[in-house]
């Protein structure tokens, strides 16, 4: 499995670039996850739902299938702070790749999304898991680069990118094994 993260500020077009990753690499032969990064409380359920009730009734987790999905909904008695690598871990082991939205501090390689418009600083400088930027604006970079620039707008030339460095991406489970949570 390879992982690559994409880390930028709201605004910068990571869940766009993302969403287009995904047909692209598809198209390639490419089984492709995604995991994401929540700043806040969400819930996937509804009020009413026989899933709702169970968790509302303590269970500490609930797996919901039909014939074209499954998801599973798992309630911590106590705020847990979950790491990247425990949301990868959690992931069926055979897809090709994961694409992480969100997670910027995280040690995992990374492309930064960058828009000069958004008036949002760089981060590249300072992390060292940057591993490329995908902007719309090179020429207004504030710091020079040897990172591969890419354009935020053409994820088909980024898919291509991935799969011809794909293996800087790969993932070893065996480092990262998460204790439990």
């Known amino acids: 499995m390879k992982v690559v993260g994409f880390a930028g500020y709201s605004g910068s077009g990571k869940t766009h670039l993302v969403e287009r990753l995904i047909p692209a690499l598809k198209a390639r032969g490419q089984r ?3 995991v994401k990064h929540a700043h806040h409380r969400f819930d996937i359920d509804h009020p009413g739902k026989d899933t709702f009730r169970h968790r509302e009734a303590g269970a500490f987790e609930v797996v919901v299938a ?3 999905r499954l998801a599973l909904m798992r309630e911590f008695e106590r705020e847990a702070q979950l790491t990247v690598h425990h949301l990868i871990a959690e992931l069926y082991t055979g897809v090709d790749w994961v694409l992480v939205e969100g997670f910027k501090d995280s040690d995992l390689l990374k492309i ?6 958004t008036g949002k600083p760089v981060r590249y400088p300072e992390d060292d898991f940057v591993t490329a930027i995908a ?5 207004a970079l504030p ?28 993932y070893d489970t065996k480092l990262y094994l998460p204790h439990d949570v």
């Open 143 to 170: 710091a020079p680069t040897q990172r591969p620039v890419l354009d935020l707008n053409d994820a088909e030339a980024i898919a291509d990118w991935l799969l011809a460095d794909g293996e800087r991406f790969d």
């Open 32 to 34: 492709v996850s995604v």
């Open 66 to 68: 039909s014939r074209q």
């Open 112 to 117: 930064e999304v960058w828009r000069a418009e």
């Open 135 to 139: 902007t719309d604006s090179p020429g």
